[in-house]
C-alpha cells in the first residue's frame, strides 16, 4: 500500500465544516494546502454561478463533486416528476459552478417495495440523463449503508451501483464509492475492482465508522478514528485506475460543536496518516 | 401468500418482554395462546434445567431457540478461548433445558479484520461443534444488520452465513434469518431458497424496521410497525420448505416502557395481521 504524501488529492466537502460559510471555508481549505471542493447545494445555494467560481478561483480550489442529487422514488407520482426536475436544475448549476459531476444519493420510499424504488431511480436517470448530456456534467450514483435503506437509498450494495451504472452504458454515467457505507461488504475489493474495469469509478469518498456510532446519521469518524480499513480500500481503489481526489465527507454533531480550524488541522493530519 | 390463520406457529423470544421475569412471562405468554419460546440466557439465569424445564411444562410451552451463543473473534486469544468455553457451558445448558437449538451471534472484533474475524468464527464453531454432537443441540448461524459489523458479527448476509453453514455440512449446523438484520438484501429470495435447499434454514425471527429508527439497538418496530416486507419474506422462507415457529424478537425501549400485557396483545393482533 502506498503513503499518501502529500496534499495533492485532497478534497473536502463543505458539509465537512458545517458550521463555516462556503467562502469563510474556501479561504481556510486553500490556506492549508487544500486543493479540491466538493459542494453542497445548501452551502452556496445564496450565491450565483459566477461568485462562487470567483471564490473557487481566488482560492485556487478545484470543484469536484455537486453534492446532492437523486432522491427519485415516491409512491406520488408528482414528487417524482418534481424530483427529476430538481436533478435537472442541480445539472444546470453545477454546470453553472463549473462542478464536474453531481452524486446521486438515489432514494428510496419506504411505503413502497425496494424493488420500485430501484425501478424508479433507474427511470429517474433514465429521465435526467439528457441535461447531464447538455451541462457536460457526470452522473454518480452513489451506493448507500444498508441502514439508509428505508428512505435513503434503495441502492444498498456496490454490486447494485455497478450494475445500474452497466445498464446505462455512458461516460457520463458511473459511480461513488463511500468507504462509511460498504466497509464490510466481503465482495468490495471485486465490485471495485470491476467498477474501475468499466470506467465507472467517479468519486472516493472518506471517513472512519466510529465504535461505537451514536447517531446513525450524524456521527461519522474522523480517519484513524474508527475501524475501516481505509489503506486497504484505497490501494483497492488505486490498483482499479482511480486517479481522482480523495473526497473527506464526514457528518458528526461532534466535530461541527468544536473550533474548525483544528478540526481542519486534524483532518490534514488524518488524510496524510491513517487514510 | 398464505396468512396466518393461528397461533401454532407463534414463538416469542423471552428479551421482547424484557421487563417480565421468566415465569411471569410464560404464564402470559401460554394465556394468550403461545406455544412457543425461545430463552435469553439472562431470563433463566438464576434457575436450574430442572426449574425451567417446570415452567415451561406447566404451560405447555415449547423452548425453541437458546439465545446467544456465538462472539467467537477477539484479537486476545485468552477471550477467544473463553468465549468457546462459554459456547459449550451455553450448549450443555440448552441440553439441561431440552432447548434444542443455540443462536449464534458471531461476533467481531473491530481492532482486526473482518476477514481475520471470519476466520475465528469458524474455527469457533468448528471447536465447539463436537458438544454439539454431545448434547444434541443444533447451532444456528444469525447474519446481523451491517451495522452491527464493527463489534456483533462479521458475518453480515444471508449469503456469507450459507456458506459458513455450508462449510460445515452437518445436520446439527445451519442459519437463523431475521427479518430485521436482511430485509434490504437484493438477493433475499434466492439467498432464502439455497438456504432451504440445503437443509440450513433453522430459524426464523420477525419484527420490523421503524422509520425513522432511532436507536440502532434498541428500537425495533412491532410487525406491521415498519417498513418490512413481512409477508412476502415468510412466504420465501415457507416456500423454502421452513416449517417451524415464526420467532418474534423485539428490542425496544420504547415498548419495553409500556404495560407488558397491551404488549402481548398488540403482539398477538400484529402476528396474525401483520406477519
Given at each position: 500500500?502506498?503513503?499518501?504524501?502529500?496534499?495533492?488529492?485532497?478534497?473536502?466537502?463543505?458539509?465537512?465544516?458545517?458550521?463555516?460559510?462556503?467562502?469563510?471555508?474556501?479561504?481556510?481549505?486553500?490556506?492549508?494546502?487544500?486543493?479540491?471542493?466538493?459542494?453542497?447545494?445548501?452551502?452556496?445555494?445564496?450565491?450565483?454561478?459566477?461568485?462562487?467560481?470567483?471564490?473557487?478561483?481566488?482560492?485556487?480550489?478545484?470543484?469536484?463533486?455537486?453534492?446532492?442529487?437523486?432522491?427519485?422514488?415516491?409512491?406520488?407520482?408528482?414528487?417524482?416528476?418534481?424530483?427529476?426536475k430538481d436533478?435537472?436544475?442541480?445539472?444546470?448549476?453545477?454546470?453553472?459552478?463549473?462542478?464536474?459531476?453531481?452524486?446521486?444519493?438515489?432514494?428510496?420510499?419506504?411505503?413502497?417495495?425496494?424493488?420500485?424504488?430501484?425501478?424508479?431511480?433507474?427511470?429517474?436517470?433514465?429521465?435526467?440523463?439528457?441535461?447531464?448530456?447538455?451541462?457536460?456534467?457526470?452522473?454518480?450514483?452513489?451506493?448507500?449503508?444498508?441502514?439508509?435503506?428505508?428512505?435513503?437509498?434503495?441502492?444498498?450494495?456496490?454490486?447494485?451501483?455497478?450494475?445500474?451504472?452497466?445498464?446505462?452504458?455512458?461516460d457520463l454515467?458511473?459511480?461513488?464509492?463511500?468507504?462509511?457505507?460498504?466497509?464490510?461488504?466481503?465482495?468490495?475489493?471485486?465490485?471495485?475492482?470491476?467498477?474501475?474495469?468499466?470506467?465507472?469509478?467517479?468519486?472516493?469518498?472518506?471517513?472512519?465508522?466510529?465504535?461505537?456510532?451514536?447517531?446513525?446519521?450524524?456521527?461519522?469518524?474522523?480517519?484513524?478514528?474508527?475501524?475501516?480499513?481505509?489503506?486497504?480500500?484505497?490501494?483497492?481503489?488505486?490498483?482499479?485506475?482511480?486517479?481522482?481526489?480523495?473526497?473527506?465527507?464526514?457528518?458528526?454533531?461532534?466535530?461541527?460543536?468544536?473550533?474548525?480550524?483544528?478540526?481542519?488541522n486534524k483532518?490534514?493530519?488524518?488524510?496524510?496518516?491513517?487514510?
Open positions: 500500500m502506498s503513503e499518501i504524501k502529500d496534499l495533492k488529492k485532497l478534497c473536502i466537502h463543505s458539509i465537512t465544516t458545517k458550521p463555516l460559510a462556503f467562502e469563510d471555508a474556501c479561504t481556510r481549505y486553500a490556506k492549508l494546502g487544500v486543493q479540491g471542493i466538493s459542494i453542497w447545494r445548501d452551502a452556496v445555494s445564496k450565491l450565483d454561478g459566477e461568485s462562487v467560481k470567483k471564490i473557487l478561483k481566488k482560492n485556487n480550489l478545484n470543484p469536484v463533486s455537486y453534492v446532492r442529487g437523486g432522491f427519485f422514488p415516491s409512491a406520488d407520482q408528482a414528487k417524482r416528476e418534481a424530483a427529476i436533478n435537472i436544475n442541480m445539472l444546470q448549476e453545477a454546470s453553472e459552478m463549473e462542478i464536474p459531476m453531481l452524486v446521486l444519493v438515489c432514494g428510496s420510499d419506504q411505503r413502497q417495495s425496494l424493488e420500485l424504488s430501484r425501478k424508479q431511480i433507474k427511470q429517474g436517470i433514465e429521465s435526467i440523463l439528457p441535461a447531464a448530456q447538455k451541462y457536460g456534467v457526470k452522473l454518480a450514483i452513489e451506493p448507500l449503508h444498508p441502514m439508509y435503506a428505508d428512505t435513503r437509498s434503495a441502492i444498498t450494495s456496490l454490486k447494485q451501483a455497478n450494475d445500474l451504472a452497466e445498464y446505462f452504458h455512458s454515467v458511473g459511480v461513488a464509492v463511500d468507504v462509511y457505507h460498504l466497509w464490510f461488504d466481503d465482495d468490495l475489493e471485486n465490485q471495485i475492482k470491476r467498477c474501475g474495469a468499466n470506467n465507472n469509478l467517479y468519486a472516493y469518498h472518506i471517513c472512519d465508522w466510529k465504535v461505537p456510532t451514536e447517531d446513525m446519521l450524524l456521527d461519522r469518524g474522523l480517519m484513524g478514528e474508527g475501524c475501516i480499513p481505509l489503506k486497504r480500500i484505497r490501494s483497492w481503489v488505486e490498483k482499479a485506475g482511480f486517479s481522482g481526489y480523495n473526497e473527506v465527507e464526514i457528518f458528526s454533531n461532534r466535530l461541527w460543536e468544536g473550533d474548525q480550524n483544528e478540526f481542519l483532518i490534514i493530519h488524518a488524510y496524510l496518516h491513517n487514510s
